[in-house]
């Protein structure tokens, strides 16, 4: 499925990251909240690889604990804009006329603000956590799913099977989930794929600015944020959180290049 | 009226109701807030008497269309409302920060297509080494969070050599020099995120231009590679180019909220954020909505900008 070298890289480094995230409990080497005035500020060695932080907890565990919710936010908030979007682009992209602006007309409005700018005005309405930022993040991807889906919905309505099938007196959502639906999700695949890197990318951001994850709740940007702290002092508490979000958008960016090679031929996601 | 100009017009016009239903949605921000805004704004503060004092001063208490039109019209004339904790009006809020902001943009953007555009546009003409380091510059640019990398700047600028500031602003008309010094951090942590993209869409369409047979028929009359990369390729390129700068605006706007706060320069997307935590409503509702005309109005320039470059556009021609 995933033709070139750099996908199959991207892949791998992917299946590896979820893994870590979904064992995290069973594999983390220490408990990611234990206190320890011994190693305070500890550099990295074979018992800490990733150092210790300013409460001497194991810096290698925590990234482990608040990848697990990053990572879930990343892929929750992008599967939820899936849920949402792929539809209406569907319907706005077969119906066309008055359904098309209808549903597009909201959905350029969206657009039409930058995406962090939304996240931060609906957390501002909502107030700060973990499943508003998700919710946030969905709301700014929904629009760009729905374009694409739409897009390649007027390409695929077009051809002479889905004629066909009009013809033979099928009705107009059998042909929608049957024939269009199938053939013009591919690019959104592609699109969704890319767009949970840069949702892992938008949710450290918030967290970061103590919009996001609210304490207990770990998160990448949480540690990028108290990393601050010791910048000098103890630079892999803030290097290594820093290096997982980098990680993770380049294996979902060429995991996603390697789909749009199969899913995405005529290049309609961005 | 020339195609070209009825282009341009005809964007001016949709700028208009864009402008509208985003002054609607950012209305509509304060009064979506779950449960009662006022005491939320108030916390400690609220008692009976001081909610209906502030819901009236809001105006919370009218029906919603003559909220929306007091408000609206309030706009026109400047007034965004007042900061019910300082007693400052908004107005004056935003005008002492957008300077700071629109510097850091600004330089920002202008860094990035000057670093970007020969990058890209060099990747594209010189395959080899050139085009692989590039290629790295491209992929490590968009993968790495800017905030991250600001942090990092400041770890190796700031904390282990004690080089530039690692946080503080000082204002340009006062002291051009160290307005320089602070602003050189936040302004080389954002262009370098934006220069990733930039590249990716000037090597993209520099590598389509040169491989059509217009440039083939160019090289046979003889032109010299020099002239025909650019002038012709990149005149070509130069559409998709500006397209991306004013999408990517928009997203430099959003990272400017993230860099102000982390260096502490005081523009409108850190007023924005401290606003959130202090539950200051209108202060957010002005700064959100500024942001946005910003972006609508930087996406205007740019799309009059394509148009007018576009060579496909040609006067006198139907459009």
């Known amino acids: 499925m995933l033709g070139s070298r750099s996908a199959r890289i991207g892949a791998i480094v992917l299946l590896g990251l979820v893994s870590v995230a979904v064992l995290a409990p069973v594999i983390a080497p220490h408990n990611p909240d234990s206190i320890d005035p011994s190693r305070i500020l500890g550099a990295p060695n074979l018992a800490h690889p990733f150092g210790s932080d300013a409460l001497g907890r194991d810096v290698l565990s925590r990234v482990m604990f608040a990848y697990r919710v990053s990572l879930s936010v990343a892929i929750g908030s992008v599967a939820l804009a899936f849920l949402v979007g792929v539809p209406l682009g569907l319907l706005a992209g077969y119906y066309g ?12 409005m969206l657009l039409a603000l930058p995406a962090l700018l ?7 309405i909502l107030g700060p956590g973990t499943l508003i930022a998700l919710l946030a993040i969905a709301v700014i991807y929904i629009p760009i799913l729905a374009r694409v ?22 009705s107009s959502l059998w042909i929608i989930a049957r024939h269009v639906m199938p053939n013009a999700i591919g690019p959104a695949i592609v699109q969704a794929t890319v767009l ?32 601050r702290d010791v910048l000098t002092q103890a630079p892999w508490a803030e290097v290594f959180p820093g290096v997982a979000i980098a990680i993770t958008v380049l294996a979902f960016n060429l995991v996603g290049d390697g789909l749009r090679r199969r899913l995405d031929p005529r290049g309609v996601a961005r | 009226m020339s195609p070209r100009a009825r282009l341009i017009v005809r964007r001016l016009l ?21 449960g009662d805004p006022v005491r939320t704004m108030l916390g400690f503060r609220a008692t009976p008497q001081n909610v209906r004092v502030v819901r009236k001063a809001l105006g919370l208490d009218r029906s919603l269309l003559a909220q929306y039109l007091s408000w609206a019209g309030g706009l026109l004339h400047g007034n965004l409302g007042e900061d019910f904790i300082s007693h400052t009006p908004v107005s004056t809020l935003l005008s002492t920060r957008l300077p700071v902001t629109l510097e850091l943009t600004s330089l920002s953007m202008t860094l990035a297509v000057l670093i970007g555009v020969p990058l890209g546009v060099l990747a594209a003409a010189r395959p080899g080494p ?26 190796v600028f700031a904390g282990l050599n004690q080089i530039l500031p690692p946080s503080g602003y000082v204002p340009l008309l006062q002291d051009p020099v160290q307005n320089l010094r602070y602003m050189i951090l936040p302004v080389l942590t954002l262009a370098t995120g934006e220069a990733a993209y930039i590249v990716r869409t000037t090597r993209g ?6 491989g059509t047979p217009y440039v083939q028929f160019l090289r046979a009359k003889g032109l010299s590679e020099r002239r025909i990369v650019f002038v012709h390729a990149l005149r070509n390129a130069a559409p998709p180019i500006l397209t991306v700068v004013g999408i990517q605006f928009g997203v430099l706007l959003g990272g400017a909220i993230v860099i102000e706060s982390l260096f502490a320069l005081p523009g409108v997307g850190r007023l924005i954020v401290t606003a959130i935590q202090q539950r200051n409503y209108v202060v957010v509702q002005g700064g959100v909505l500024l942001i946005a005309i910003l972006f609508i109005l930087v996406n205007l320039v740019t799309d009059l900008l394509v148009g007018v470059v576009d060579p496909r556009i040609e006067e006198g021609q139907p459009s």
């Open chain 1, 97 to 108: 006329g008055w359904v098309d602006t209808l549903i597009m007309r909201p959905v350029d």
């Open chain 1, 118 to 124: 939304l996240a931060v005005a609906l957390i501002a």
């Open chain 1, 149 to 170: 889906v739409r897009a390649s919905t007027l390409v695929v309505a077009a051809q002479t099977y889905v004629e066909g099938a009009r013809a033979r007196g099928a």
């Open chain 1, 196 to 227: 949970m890197g840069f949702a892992m990318q938008i949710e450290a951001a918030l967290s970061f600015l103590g919009l996001g994850a609210q304490p207990p709740t770990p998160s990448l940007g949480v540690m990028l944020a108290d990393g």
């Open chain 2, 14 to 34: 949709l700028a208009i109701p864009v402008s509208v239903l985003m002054s609607v949605f950012v209305f509509l921000m304060i009064r979506l807030v779950p």
């Open chain 2, 130 to 155: 050139v085009r692989t380091a590039t290629e790295g510059f491209v992929v490590a640019g968009i993968a790495i969070p800017d905030f991250w990398l600001g942090i990092m700047l400041v770890l």
């Open chain 2, 205 to 210: 369409a520099m590598e389509e231009t040169l």
